[in-house]
């Protein structure tokens, strides 16, 4: 899975969760009772601009589907949290030398 610049319309939802099925593992896409229909487009959007290709998309991917599809948190709650993580991760991942979370050794 290398970086690419994605082509996304926010509006498209069948769009963008076809392109997830290059850039997520097909076992979270296909979860049981994970709706990806409920996830928020922006968010989806977000994956495939920023983590593609990074050790922790799958991370983040499983994380959004998991907070919408179980907790109902709110938008901006679910928006932080993927941000957040992700902003922590690229820095963290270079800093340590990680290329996977199975490196990371405390």
Known sequence: MNKRHSSFST???DSL????QGVVHPDILAAP???WR???PKFTAHLL??????PWVNHLAFMVVVLTSYTRLDRTTIERCLYNLH????VLFPAYHLTS???WDP
Not at 17 to 20: C, I
Not at 49 to 54: C, M, Q
């Open 11 to 13: 509006g498209n939802l």
């Open 87 to 90: 902003a922590r991760w690229r």
């Open 17 to 20: 969760l076809q392109e997830l």
């Open 38 to 40: 409920e996830v928020f």
């Open 49 to 54: 601009r920023t983590a593609i290709g990074e």
């Open 33 to 35: 009772r994970l709706n």
């Open 101 to 103: 979370f199975n490196d």
